[in-house]
């Protein structure tokens, strides 16, 4: 199963709300990923997760929280975010941080803010 | 700082030729090279992953090619369908350490093939 699942697929939400992404994989990966992609430009990386330990922060605002519980799982949560942060938001995993491996991409959660 | 860059930005084509995207990159010390593809808000799909020590990948009617030392790589499209319609991603993945290891991508080619 090559499969990185995520959920919801669409979200709507006020500038006031709190909300939460999850991203789900079973492939035994350490490594995990949260990309941006606004339209019509390439993903950016957000944040790399490895061995469920934040690694790598690209200096993203802090309404933007990052979570691995475990290492098949990891969330992004959201609170009081900006309109200009509506955009596609993609969680991608592979075996290790470094090396030849190859990302998985899930299917990203569009995400609007009102 | 690794920095990919792909040209065109944009193809149309009638349906049936065959095509060439095409995709540069600055830091010839890489781990590998994916192409993408991507529909219209929708994720990422895989198409192809060469190995920085392999020269070409094929998968069905694509064939990746990969010339590291002048940092470049083609993806060859045969017979193209309207069902390609849609735009492809190049991206490497660097040696060099922090956060230039992950992946790089380019802006993307966003192709139409007509009917």
């Known amino acids: 199963d090559t499969e990185v699942t995520q959920t919801p697929k669409h979200l709507v939400m006020g500038m006031t709300n709190k909300k939460s992404l999850k991203c789900e994989q079973h492939?035994?990966?350490?490594?995990m990923y949260w990309y941006k992609q606004k339209a019509k430009k390439p993903p950016e990386l957000m944040f790399v997760y490895s061995y469920e330990k934040l690694s790598i922060n690209e200096s993203v605002p802090s309404r933007f929280s990052p979570e691995c519980p475990n290492s098949s799982l990891l969330n992004l949560h959201l609170h009081a975010l900006q309109p200009e942060d509506s955009a596609l938001y993609l969680c991608a995993s592979s075996q290790e941080t470094s090396g030849p491996y190859e990302q998985y991409f899930g299917p990203g959660t569009r995400l609007t803010v009102t | 700082k690794q920095e990919v860059t792909q040209i065109p930005a944009a193809l149309s084509v009638p349906e049936g030729e065959n095509l060439v995207l095409n995709c540069s990159f600055t830091?010839?010390?890489?781990?590998?090279l994916q192409w993408f593809r991507q529909d219209p808000g929708k994720g990422l799909t895989s198409l192809l992953l060469?190995?920085?020590?392999?020269r070409e990948q094929t998968s069905g009617r694509l064939n990746a090619s990969l010339d590291k030392s002048s940092g470049r790589s083609t993806l060859y499209i045969a017979a193209s369908q309207p069902g390609d319609s849609a735009t492809y991603l190049c991206?490497?993945?660097?040696?060099?350490?922090?956060?230039?290891?992950?992946?790089?991508f380019g802006s993307g080619t966003q192709l139409t093939v007509l009917p």
């Open positions: 492939m035994g990966h350490r490594a």
């Open positions: 991206a490497v993945r660097s040696i060099t350490s922090g956060s230039a290891r992950q992946l790089t």
């Open positions: 830091d010839s010390a890489i781990y590998n």
């Open positions: 060469i190995q920085s020590s392999q």
